[in-house]
């Protein structure tokens, strides 16, 4: 008998041995933590004063196993500006992301969001709030598109309480173009260029630019007015064609068109036949304005439009040589101003090609039209409505 109790009492013991070997060796895995949060949406935008981003916030978490984190609840805090956030915390989720959206101050300057997680280093944020006008806001833009925009009480606004939005455009070509502006709700202009395209209320203006880089204003003609708009644009002949009343033809500095006079031009009180063209020369700038031609006896003169009536402020018959002729103006206002330049033929009835040129000897409208304010554009500086014909 004693011999089966210890047979039986063996394994017993062999089985106690074990267990505890078992809960005393191995601990099990360790739990996953928060580890690395970095940023992956929403750094280093910029945007008016006052509005939204129109990119999140965001975060990503990952924890000790380098997947990502959920559950964690991310704190964002404004460390430097007067810009606000909503929400002012979130839970990342199954992907380990959390978001916030930071409308940005009325103060125009850099403001800094710190993201952090309990245990870890936080990271930060950085937005730009700019002012309202700024032409680091315009929209790029090229020939031939369309594009359809708002204006609203949160644009930017000239002087007269009309609100604008900018358009930002290169043109690396010499190039004869027309712009339309179309809206059911606004009375539509482009700013310092045209109010109405002689049909409605819709805007249009044609322009032969040189190569550079231009902004186009897409603004209305009142103050206060909002709604929707559309801005289209397509290259056109470089002719300037019949006389020009509703749509005008402007034209930077630099450029050089060859034209024809014909008898469907305008006519001066003497009878004779001319072109007009539009230039903006701004204060200080000094232009020289050739028109040659081998057909007829050239006369140029340069109107004042922003004087009531318009005036004439220079003119010339043959200081081109020959028939040619020459003239020079130097722009003394204080603000932009714009003028009408007449390419004129001396006999009442003459007809034929002519080449028109105008040169700057001032870095004039091409510098101050892109100047810099602080490493960022400075609003663009309209003229007055009632200042353009």
């Not at 910029?46 to 990502?68: E, Y």
């Not at 007067?82 to 915390?89: A, W």
């Not at 369309?146 to 010499?174: H, K």
């Not at 712009?179 to 482009?190: P, Q």
Request: negative net charge; proline residues 7%; charged residues 10%.
């Amino acid at each position: 008998m004693s011999s089966y109790r210890i047979h039986r009492t063996c394994p017993l013991l062999v089985l106690a041995a074990s267990v505890v070997t078992g809960a005393c060796g191995d601990p099990g895995p360790s739990p996953v933590m928060p580890s690395a949060l970095v940023v992956s949406a929403g750094d280093h935008q910029a945007g008016p004063v006052g509005v939204p981003l129109p990119i999140p916030l965001q975060v990503a978490l990952t924890g000790t196993d380098g997947r990502p984190f959920s559950g964690a609840v991310v704190t964002w805090r404004l460390t430097s500006g007067d810009g606000s956030m909503s929400p002012d915390s979130a839970t990342t989720d199954a992907s380990g992301i959390a978001r916030t959206t930071l409308t940005l101050g009325p103060t125009i300057g850099v403001d800094l969001v710190s993201a952090s997680v309990a245990g870890i280093a936080p990271v930060s944020i950085t937005a730009t709030a700019l002012d309202r006008c700024d032409r680091a806001l315009a929209l790029p833009y090229s020939i031939g598109a369309t594009a359809t925009g708002t204006l609203a009480q949160t644009d930017c606004a000239f002087p007269d309480g009309s609100f604008v939005d900018y358009f930002a455009l290169g043109a690396t070509t010499a190039q004869s173009l027309r712009f339309s502006l179309t809206s059911s709700s606004l009375n539509a202009s482009i700013v310092a260029v045209n109010d109405d395209d002689g049909t409605s209320s819709n805007a249009a203006i044609r322009i032969l630019a040189q190569p550079d880089s231009y902004f186009v204003a897409a603004n209305s003609y009142a103050g206060g007015e909002t709604g929707p708009y559309t801005l289209s644009s397509t290259a056109v002949p470089e002719e300037i064609g019949p006389c020009q009343h509703a749509v005008h033809v402007w034209v930077t500095v630099g450029i050089q068109t060859t034209q024809q006079v014909q008898p469907t031009d305008c006519v001066d009180a003497s009878g004779r036949s001319y072109d007009h063209v539009l230039l903006v020369l701004y204060p200080g700038q000094r232009v020289t304005v050739a028109e040659n031609s081998t057909a007829f006896d050239a006369v140029l003169q340069l109107w004042d439009l922003s004087a009531s009536p318009d005036a004439l402020v220079a003119g010339d018959d043959n200081g081109g040589g020959g028939t040619n002729a020459l003239l020079s103006f130097t722009d003394t206002d204080s603000v932009p101003r714009s003028y009408a330049i007449w390419a004129i033929a001396a006999q009442a009835g003459a007809v034929g090609a002519y080449t028109l040129s105008i040169t700057s000897s001032s870095a004039g409208a091409q510098v101050r039209a892109h100047a810099t304010r602080g490493g960022t554009a400075a609003p663009f500086n309209p003229l007055a409505k009632g200042r353009v014909p």
